[in-house]
């Protein structure tokens, strides 16, 4: 997130603004108000009496509501009056909804006399692609921006060169005066103790100039009721840690609420705010894992989304080929203009196998008949390219080769130039398979060939099982470094071991690709210091010579990886080391000031001997997508839920870290039916309660 930024998103709108709801002409952090890849709004500035007012603090209410707090300095009036110093509040409070950016400007008077202010508003729209805006791209414009002042409102439009009118409305509830292209004036007159407002509507639009009253308080109770509605259809979650309940609990299931996009297939989560306000297939479908317990109706209109966007045909500049699951997709006039890739771009190994696995887990919740028939095409086609183009050389593995010159070179979600480097520094030749990789590739098939051996399918998940086991196999004999104990990170174009300790190995546990008499030793080492740091699981071990705990993917911990991890240890029966990494991450989230875990953090050591914190890492997305979804997934994970929906039939292994004592579920969806589960911990003992229809039964294995 930038430094002191205050975002606000609904749907593909966000509008990013300075820690005192500015929005300064032409400044260099990306401010503005976004829509649709484009920069609607590039300036957003409020003067009083030609004075900045003085900034006091700000608040971002239940996420989608931001109020910013002013004074004034010391004014003189035209008629030479003096105004001491905070005897004037000036309060701006904002929103963004389906209609565009709200913002009422409030003003009290507590002087013992009148006071007359001049509102001064400065805007202006750039309608910048998000690509050039960070620098990325060069934007060739293709005419000059117009600015109409007209029946009180402003409205800037421009041509781009792909044909597409943009414009942005800016509507007031008073008639401004226009003293410039770009500034308009309010003349107020405030009578003692007397307050006014000012509301501003700007508007985006495509192909159309639109033509809506501003309605401050009508945009506001609806995004309020769209944020009750969605909080009624998710999982209620109570815990007896009022701080965890408070913060992390309640920013995470705002944070997932923002993020989400309403797409023509269903909900989407975006992959984080600010850049990355879209959806990225595998940010989407981790998000989505993370969320079955919480809301499955995300992963249903994942898959929908995924499926619609899957691969057609064999594009080079793209990465696209049939079958295969999109990367990233943008929306703006240089993706129009396919000058960037982005239409959508296919630079990811992982989204595919993975894809797979959200459908099997998805049908677990939801048993949907329709889901299935409707999925099963694309379901069909991302197995089809697991063996046909995922495995480039024939060596039963899936891999990558970079197609695209200046494309991204790392296929995985570790993507960063460096994030698979051989112990000289030197980056691994390429085609490279992942360790990750074909753990997912196998959690897919052996889940695909359960779930079609149900639906009657006996053949196929035969097949399915008969390739799962082989690749079982013969991952476990190439990629186990044996004097290390571990796995080794991928095996380079000449099929040699990258040999270095990292977290990726640790989703291997997850997948169930590694062999019983490996997980112990694997799960060791991921508690071992050099690669536990306190926080979470290092990225990369710190005994590494390529070890930086400032990087990007080289010894920093992302949540989501640990909490991957922490759900693999579950699997293999290491319920403590499970509990371990779930309340360091829990602790870790605690300790940021804005009571969110991040994308990332540094990798250093934590110091136990005092109250220390994570180091944040300088730039990351917040709120992040899959950051979000780490609550969620370390409470599947304390859970460990195996729902069966034809037999009636819920299993559960719960188990609490001392943080918490007793957990309640309200509302889990389970197939058409809601559930309510109840865990109470008292010393070494767990009890589970299930509240629901007649025909669910819980069983709970206390083996673990």
Known sequence: MLTGAVALKENDLQFISNEAGDVPRENQGGLGLYFRDTRFLSQFELSVNGIKPLFLSNSVNKHYIATFQFIN????????????????????????????????????????????????????ADFKDIFAVRGFKTQRVAGQISVDFGRGDLVFSYRGRDHVLRTSRCAFTRHPEAISAREVRFSLSLEPQESESIVVHVQPAIDEVPDTAPSFDSGLEGLAASYAEWDQASTRISTDNELFDRELLRASRYDIRTLLERTPQGLVPDAGIPWYAVPFGRDAIITALQTLLYNPSIAEGTLRFLAAYQGRVTDNEREEQPGKIMHE??????????????????????????????????????DCDRLYADLTPAVEKALEWIDRFGDVDGDGYVEYVAHRPGGVMNHGWKDSVNAVQLPD?????????????????????????????????????????????????RFNRDFWMEEDGFYALALDGAKDQVRSVSSNAGHSLWSGICDDDKATLVA?????????????????????????????????????????????????????????????????????????????????????RFNSSPAAYIVSCSPQAWAAGCVFMLIHCLLDPHPDIAAGRLQVSPALPDVFHSMTLANVRFGTERLQLSIKRSGDDIDVALDGPDRVRLMVDDRF
């Open 73 to 124: 300095p010391p004014l003189v009036l035209a008629d030479g009056k003096k105004v001491k110093q905070q005897t004037i509040s000036i309060r701006r409070s904002r929103f963004v909804c389906e209609t565009g950016l709200y913002e009422r400007i409030g003003l009290l008077n507590c002087n013992h006399f009148p006071v007359r202010l001049d509102i001064v508003l400065a805007l202006d």
């Open 425 to 473: 520094g030197s980056n691994a030749t390429q085609p490279i398979a992942l360790v990750e990789v074909q753990g997912y590739v196998y959690h897919a098939k052996t889940g695909l060939a359960a779930l079609l051996r149900r639906r009657g399918r006996h053949e196929a998940a035969t097949r399915l099982e008969i390739e799962a086991c082989i690749l079982k196999e």
């Open 524 to 608: 060791e080492r991921l508690l071992a210091p050099d690669m536990f740091s306190g926080w979470g699981v290092r990225t990369l071990s710190r005994d590494s010579p390529n070890y930086n705990p400032m990087s990007y993917h080289n010894g920093s911990v992302w949540p989501h990886d640990t909490a991957i991890i922490a759900m693999g240890l579950r699997r293999v029966g290491h319920t403590e080391a499970a509990l371990q990494l779930v309340k360091s991450l829990l602790e870790a989230g605690s300790r940021f000031s804005d009571g969110r875990l991040p994308e990332l953090f540094c990798g250093f050591a934590r110091d136990q």
């Open 329 to 366: 997709v943008r929306r703006g006039e240089l993706a129009r203009l396919r000058e960037v890739p982005h239409t959508p771009y296919y630079g990811t190994i992982d989204a595919t196998p993975l894809f797979l696995v959200l459908f099997v887990e998805a049908m677990a919740w939801i």
